[in-house]
């Protein structure tokens, strides 16, 4: 995909992983922690929506499934993953009425794995919002449908949680136009408001919430701003045309990604700030056709959005901007391309605990994984795909940094579900140099593979206090805990796997509130 590439081969990947190699130094920084796929009982092709990890680092994907012969369409699909191996914990299938066309759009996890699940149920056109609830279990708390006035297409298209157990979700209502509805559920599923917005054909892309409650839903008819009590704010277009993705700040500042028109009927990404007030405090447009800012993230220090753009070649690229938040000034640009004429899009930005950012999207059919620093320095980026098709549909991070992508995968008849987890340091890798180091905790294991079952932990970067070391076996049980003294990068730490079994370990280490995972391969 994108230069100095190097093939590797893990033993537990199927397809083909190229992981880039840093600053000429030959170090990986990316090794594949499991690969999922869900093919449905009833053939047909497979869709992915959300990629959402829990408290406990498990994995829950959300999509679509292709229903029973017969029924109509579709099915939601939701299927819960172990962290540690990636064992499928759970699958559910929700249904709404009989023979009806039931698709996922959104899903919202909460602090204790409670998922909700919105999107649309019924036959075309006369489509209702449906929104389900899952405890950690998988089984269903509740379900709630929205017809709207007009009996016309109602679909749920993004869904917010707040820590009352409240669910906002965030659509769009048929009535003489498509206009926005938002609406308030309690935690019993029973609804507490309901909101509509009439700016012309409106469809929201995206919700957030305030630090004081206060709901934000955009799209391309605008941002609005409800009390938390559901009345209605301010509406702000200005800076932008088409909204496709929005962030709040503790203030109740909102920024808004997404595009503006261009000449030669394409479009420019475009991103703005607006107080919590409703003024627009700035914004920029990134003078590049074919584009789109796709997702966005807040760091410590900057806000970054990535998306897309037409490169020099006239191919679209990666794209992946720092703002200043007060000023909207542009602090780096990174553009990742590649093959001649391949379409390079990101669908999503995440930042992590050590300040690290990542990108992820498609790109010539593979799913591909940039991570920068905080100041724009590349440290890695990592390519999986098939020999067919391959569409990342979403990206996420769990507690300890690990990467999780989900989307589809072409399967020789139709597509399937197809979800990567992956660390960001692989076995026995110490931390490279550049110019502003992650801030994130970090160790090496070395030797490894150890044939011996001896190994030394080695700290990648000060910590001060005490650290916890525990090694999970293949089973996720503790086959060894023990307390380190974290004082510094110098000293080794010796763990005595000898009388384990042969196979692969888990080492996660917790200091500080913070915590990583590494892979330890035992030989002997």
């Known amino acids: 995909m994108i230069s100095s590439l190097t093939v590797c081969r893990n033993p537990r990947a199927v397809m083909r992983i ?33 990629v959402l990890p829990d408290t406990f680092a498990n994995v829950v994907v959300v999509g679509s499934s292709n229903g029973e012969s017969g029924t109509g369409g579709n099915d939601f699909v939701v299927i819960k993953y172990s962290w540690f191996h990636g064992n499928t914990l759970w699958t559910r299938r929700i249904t709404g009425r009989d023979t009806s066309d039931d698709v996922a759009q959104a899903a919202a996890i909460d ?46 298209t993004a869904i917010a949680v707040d820590t009352t157990g409240s669910v906002f979700v965030a659509g769009y209502t048929q009535n003489a136009t498509s206009d926005y509805v938002t609406i308030k559920y309690n935690w019993d599923g029973s609804r507490a408001w309901t909101k509509t917005y009439d700016g012309g054909d409106d469809k929201p892309t995206d919700i957030a919430l ?8 955009t799209g391309n008819s605008g941002t609005v701003k409800y009390s938390s009590a559901g009345v209605q704010q ?30 030669g009927m394409t479009t420019y990404p475009a991103t703005v700030k607006y107080d919590s007030a409703g003024t627009q405090k700035w914004a920029d447009v990134y003078q590049h056709p074919q584009g789109q800012g796709a997702a966005l993230a807040r760091g410590a220090s900057a806000l ?4 897309m753009a037409e490169g020099a070649a006239g191919d679209v690229d990666y794209i992946t901007i720092a703002y200043d938040y007060g000023t909207g000034d542009t602090l780096w640009v990174r553009r990742d391309s590649g093959p001649a004429g391949s379409y390079d899009a990101a669908v999503g930005i995440a930042v992590g605990s050590d300040s690290a950012i990542w990108v992820a999207g498609s790109s010539n059919y593979d799913f591909v994984t940039v991570l920068y620093t905080p100041d724009g320095v590349k440290h890695w980026v990592e390519t999986y795909g098939s020999p067919g098709d391959d569409q990342m549909a979403a990206m996420a991070l769990d ?25 960001t340091i692989g076995p026995g890798v110490a931390e490279p140099p550049s110019r ?4 994130g905790l970090r160790f090496s294991l070395a030797p490894n593979p150890s044939v011996s079952g001896y190994a030394s932990l ?65 030989e002997h």
């Open 304 to 307: 970054y959005v990535a998306g």
């Open 436 to 439: 502003k180091p992650l801030s």
């Open 210 to 217: 305030g630090p004081d409650g206060s709901v934000y839903v």
């Open 234 to 263: 301010w509406v702000q277009s200005g800076g932008i045309s088409h909204a496709t993705a929005l962030v709040v700040d503790e203030s109740g500042s909102v920024y808004v990604t997404g595009s503006v028109p261009a000449p």
């Open 18 to 50: 190229a992981c880039l190699v840093l600053l000429g130094t030959g170090t990986v920084l990316a090794d594949t922690l499991w690969t999922r796929s869900y093919s449905g009982p009833y053939g047909g092709d497979e869709a992915a929506r959300v």
């Open 399 to 423: 507690k300890d940094n690990h990467v999780i992508v989900t989307g589809i995968t072409w399967a020789g008849a139709s597509y399937d579900l197809i979800t990567v987890a992956f660390d």
């Open 111 to 156: 602090s204790v794995g409670v998922v909700t699940v919105t999107g649309q149920s019924g036959k075309y056109p006369n489509y209702d919002m449906l929104t389900v609830q899952l405890n950690p279990n998988g089984s269903e708390l509740w379900r709630a449908t929205y017809d709207g006035t007009a009996h016309g297409g109602d679909v749920g």
């Open 458 to 522: 080695r700290l990648g970067t000060a910590n001060a206090g005490a650290a916890k070391v525990t090694v999970f076996g293949a089973d996720g049980r503790a086959v060894l805990t023990q307390t380190i003294k974290a004082s510094g990068t110098d000293g080794a730490h010796q763990l005595n796997l000898s009388r384990q079994r042969a196979g692969v370990y888990m080492v996660r280490l917790e200091s500080g509130g913070r915590s990583a995972t590494q892979k330890l391969v035992v």
